[in-house]
């Protein structure tokens, strides 16, 4: 559209020039006559050549910006994910001590950062692609913590939390440390669990457990309210509906 008024404008300022250049020919004489009409005319494609590169200009800057900001927040995602694996490889030395984690106050307190951390930059992450990403790692890893601290729930005596390290005035494993670390590794209230949208009974009418799994048959066949043979009248019904 832009190269198009701008055809018209170059047309009609040759036309004019020639025109001044060839008054005795009828058809420069007559556009010499009409010079207004077509000086308006070349103003309102010189005004709409302004407004079509405006329009283009200012679709090509949000453009920009929105991939630019797109790719500040893929970043700020791979650098979470990152912050989070970093965090539990330091609570449990790579996996080398988990039963119990070392009772040491800079590993639990260095852990307790980078779990901060990826809080910091979790509110960088701006794409809603990017928030289901980052949800689904953030989870895993709170069940990777909630596990790890509930199997050590006896290890985790009053003497371990007092370690006498002396490399530090204190030795006592840092209070924040502990909330933060507790903190990620529980359940939090407000969180969507995605099970809420799953229909167990219909589920179960589809015959999803194997005939052989007579444990957990057993279990809902005994479970209250007549559960189990709502689940069969659900199946009893899908299939009425598929032979009709």
Not at 110 to 128: C, P
């Amino acid at each position: 559209m832009l190269y198009f008024f701008i055809g018209v404008i170059v047309t009609l300022i040759f036309i004019i020039l020639v025109s001044s250049l060839f008054p005795s020919v009828p058809f420069f004489a007559w556009i010499n006559c009409n010079l207004a009409t077509f000086q308006a005319i070349g103003s309102l494609a010189i005004l709409l050549s302004a407004i079509v590169a405006i329009r283009i200009y200012w679709y090509n800057f949000k453009r920009h910006q929105k991939e630019d900001k797109y790719k500040a927040s893929e970043a700020f995602l791979r650098e979470s994910i990152l912050i989070l694996e970093r965090s539990f490889d330091i609570f449990t030395d790579k996996g080398a001590h988990t039963n119990p984690p070392r009772n040491d106050r800079l590993l639990w307190l260095t852990t307790a950062r980078f779990i901060h951390r990826f809080y910091k930059m979790l509110e960088k992450v701006s794409e809603n692609k990017h928030r289901e990403i980052i949800d689904e790692h953030e989870e895993y890893h709170r069940f990777q913590f909630n596990k790890l601290l509930d199997e050590n729930k006896d290890n985790f005596t009053k003497e371990y939390f007092k370690t006498n390290n002396k490399k530090y005035l204190s030795g006592s494993i840092d209070r924040k440390s502990i909330a933060v670390i507790f903190d990620f590794a529980k359940w939090k209230e407000g969180m969507i669990d995605p099970l809420t949208e799953v229909n167990d009974k219909e589920l179960f009418s589809k015959d999803v457990i194997l005939p052989d799994q007579n444990g957990a048959l057993e279990f809902l066949r005994e479970q209250s309210n007549k559960y189990w043979e709502e689940v069969q009248e659900i199946k009893r019904q899908r299939k009425n509906t598929e032979k009709d």
